[in-house]
């Protein structure tokens, strides 16, 4: 008999969304309950599969340019910079005459 009046430790709250509304974006929680399959990319290329507190595809770990010689810390600096777009303007030599055309066109 007192049992049916014991209310529940943990109660469930209302949902007004739909579960498909986290397919949209991540979710935002401080800390997740499980760990995720995640790829982690060495900076020689190598991969590490791991168990991640976040749900996260794959992690790339940065280079250590200390490491690099002079002439490929150059190049990797040179690709990281925005290219420069080329604007090439062609002049076209516009020498029409609609006049000399007139005696085709029929006047009716």
Known sequence: MLLKYVKPLVEQPVRYISSASTAVTRLHRSIYARQ??????????????????????IIKLPLDLSTLTEAERKARLEA?????????????????????????????
């Open 36 to 57: 995720y399959p995640t790829v982690v990319v060495l900076p020689d290329g190598s991969t590490i599969n791991i168990r991640y507190g976040e749900p996260r595809k």
């Open 80 to 108: 990281r910079k925005p290219r420069r777009k080329i604007n090439v303007v062609e002049e076209v030599e516009d020498n029409f005459n609609a006049k000399k055309y007139m005696k085709y066109i029929k006047k009716k």
